[in-house]
């Protein structure tokens, strides 16, 4: 989990502010909810108690068939139902035992409503579960108001042991979607009741309370996602959505793929989940929001939970999806765009600097192609984790502000293998200055002469001119301001200034052993960030061709290939550029720059690793390129020989050192694992 500066590994599936672990809040089966259940009088109203029963995934208790269909029968007869003195029916007639019911209601009636809107509930196909009565709806047949929403018990309550057949429910008849966990592990298939009471007990009774005063619609049923007034805690938000302003946006909401010309955006809706549930939450990179922790934890988990899932819509913000293009695998592939996330869009932090909100796995958008524009809750988590963990290791990088899943499922290959299995959609909140990328500028590219593919928008250069102004305007202002009266001049000092923080970005990732693994056009920010957390890796063994993408049978993302990799992104990106930046202007910029400033941040970085802090000597880079070589030949591990190093002090004791070097050894690999990895590798063809 991340508390302030410090990034605390975490097991998967121990997270303790989420849903991964059993929460300590409600443990086991709920005997707090039972006890608001059955106190006298109620510690939960009738219409309260149902809605935590349809959070709960339980059933309710339903009205003896004959006296309900009694009084669906009568209740249409003219004459049978009054609001003044009742009307005279003989004795024995079904209209006599129909007003019966009405002035001596059986227990169970609170639990009922013949009103219009409980009707229309009952016809609903969404409704699965037990039906939400409206605030309107709880008054009894007598015409008494049910009891006032009391608070919730506190932790010196008294909590008797009870188990009432109301929670009580035969093996095997659990709503859909439920799961049964044996030993604390969720079983997929079926589902039981267990898994549901535990899987739901994360929220504490205040915040099941908070949701029984929520309006009856459900922000987990399919369709559009809601627009509120933000909670208390969201409030804080304040939306200024430059991009948008600046750049061409497609007005059409369609959402079905679609090749999106003559703009940079595309409006678009997010897809609600079911029953969104926060994982992880940052609270350093929230912070830059200005969304400082306050008020209940419990009720700020759970309005993160709605918003940033794309169930509700925050107020100010605009959902819309970003087209771009990006050579893959050195190859032009055409049209790209966000077809999984979606920019929600730019939020003032309390320093005055903007922040785009991004939703990854929020839905389908023009640029889904033929997926389903869902992230799953295994990919999310290395995302979340790995961007704190890169911003705190000092790495510019996007940000990941909460981890939200939910019960919505999709199906995924996990290890390419033929065997499909089911996952729980999720979604992670980005966070970062822009999201624009190299491939941004790739949309006015022409028919390429390998693939014939072409972006969406050729010869729009009146919008590749509109990029560059917004771009270099809000991102580099000081380039801006130096150089108003020449554009050439300006886009040249902007290509110069992107190129020289690829080359330290990628000088950051080599000095730590990360290998990023999926280094496209369209996966290179505009500004200098790591972005795009897919399937990437640090390294554990020493290896310069370490290959963390399963999918890179040519090694082309390579950890030793990443910074000519960049340079070639680079070159790329140069070309999208003409007319407005010359290619001769920018290909002498990237040869002048790229290398020499990755080189002197590399060993800039090196030097600190190793101590080497007071000179600065030329033999330097032989001696890191020397030990580099060393940890190659022996297996050693990157960065336990780092962390090593860093605990052996000049003044030891030289018969110290042997103990030292016992240790260094520790952290090599043995002769059978170099047999193995030194051993010729066959093409299998």
């Not at 209740?75 to 001596?104: K, M, N, V, Y």
């Not at 709503?175 to 549901?196: D, F, H, I, K, S």
């Not at 771009?324 to 869009?345: M, T």
């Not at 800039?604 to 940890?631: A, F």
Request: charged share 20%; hydrophobic share 35%.
């Amino acid at each position: 989990m991340i508390h302030g500066d410090v990034v605390h590994p975490v097991p998967l599936g121990g997270f303790q502010g989420g849903v991964l672990a059993d929460s300590p809040i409600i443990p086991g089966i709920p005997a707090v909810l039972q006890h608001g259940l059955h106190q006298q009088p109620p510690l939960l109203p009738p219409h309260g108690t149902l809605r935590l029963l349809f959070l709960l995934g339980l059933p309710r208790p339903r009205q003896p068939r004959h006296r309900a269909a009694a009084a669906r029968r009568c209740a249409g007869r003219s004459g049978t139902i009054s609001r003044g003195a009742p009307t005279e029916t003989p004795r024995g007639t079904r209209a006599h035992r129909a007003a019966a019911l009405r002035t001596h209601p059986p227990h169970t009636a609170p639990y009922t409503s013949p009103s219009p809107r409980a009707a229309s509930q009952r016809s609903n196909p969404f409704s699965r579960g037990p039906r939400l009565l409206s605030p309107r709806a709880h008054l009894s047949a007598a015409g008494r108001p049910a009891p006032a929403l009391q608070p919730p018990i506190g932790p010196s309550s008294p909590l008797p042991d009870t188990r009432a057949p109301l929670l009580s429910r035969p093996r095997g008849s659990v709503p859909r979607g439920c799961t049964e966990r044996r030993g604390g592990r969720g079983l997929p298939g079926g589902g039981r009741m267990a898994g549901a009471l535990r899987r739901r007990s994360v929220l504490s009774l205040r915040v099941l309370c908070a949701a029984m005063q929520r309006p009856a619609a459900s922000p987990s049923r399919p369709g559009s996602p809601e627009r509120a007034d933000g909670g208390g805690w969201l409030r804080a938000l304040r939306f200024d959505n430059l991009a948008l302003r600046s750049l061409p946006v497609d007005p059409s909401e369609d959402s079905a793929p679609r090749a999106v010309p003559g703009a940079c955006f595309a409006r678009v809706r997010p897809t609600p989940l079911r029953n969104p549930r926060l994982v992880a939450m940052s609270p350093p990179a929230l912070a830059l929001l200005g969304l400082e922790a306050g008020g209940p934890e419990a009720e700020r988990e759970a309005e993160a939970a709605l918003y940033f899932s794309g169930n509700r819509l925050l107020p100010g913000s605009e959902p819309a999806a970003h087209c771009y293009c990006g050579h893959q695998f050195g190859s032009f592939a055409g049209q790209l765009g966000d077809g999984a996330a979606i920019y929600l869009g730019e939020v003032r932090g309390p320093r005055g600097a903007r922040w785009e909100l991004q939703l990854k796995g929020a839905g389908i958008t023009p640029f889904s192609r033929q997926a389903d524009g869902r992230k799953v809750l295994r990919s999310s988590i290395r995302e979340f984790l790995c961007s704190e963990a890169m911003f705190h290791l000092g790495i510019p990088t996007t940000r990941a502000g909460t981890c939200v899943t939910s019960d919505s499922e999709v199906v995924r290959d996990i290890f390419y293998d033929g065997n499909p299995k089911k996952e729980r959609c999720t979604v992670v909140l980005r966070i970062a200055s822009t999201f624009i990328r190299f491939g941004s500028f790739e949309i006015f590219k022409p028919p390429d002469e390998y693939t014939g593919r072409k972006g969406p928008s050729v010869n729009r250069n009146d919008i590749r001119v509109q990029m560059l102004n917004y771009v270099i305007g809000t991102f580099y202002p000081e380039i801006q301001e130096a150089h108003a009266d020449n554009s050439i001049q300006r886009n040249a000092a902007f290509f110069k200034e992107i190129t020289k923080r690829t080359a330290r970005l990628v000088a950051e990732w080599q000095c730590v052993g990360f290998c990023h693994g999926v280094l496209n056009t369209d996966n290179m920010s505009i500004v200098g960030l790591t972005i795009d957390y897919g399937p990437f890796g640090f390294m554990d063994r020493y290896d310069p061709e370490h290959i963390c993408n399963g999918s890179d049978n040519t090694g082309r993302y390579a950890y030793n290939k990443q910074p000519e990799i960049c340079k070639w992104n680079l070159g790329k990106l140069a070309e999208a550029l003409v007319p407005e930046l010359p290619l001769e202007i920018s290909e002498l910029i990237l040869e002048e720059e790229y290398d020499a400033e990755f080189e002197k941040h590399y060993l800039q970085k090196m030097r600190k690793k190793l101590g080497l802090i007071q000179l600065e000597l030329e033999e330097d880079s032989k001696l890191v390129s020397e030990l580099l070589e060393t940890m190659h030949l022996t297996g050693g591990d990157f960065t336990n020989i780092f962390y090593l190093l860093s605990s052996f002090s000049v003044d030891t004791d030289p018969s110290g050192l042997e103990d030292f070097l016992g240790k260094l050894m520790s952290q090599c690999a043995s002769v059978e694992e170099l047999r193995v990895a030194f051993k010729p590798q066959m093409d299998p063809r």
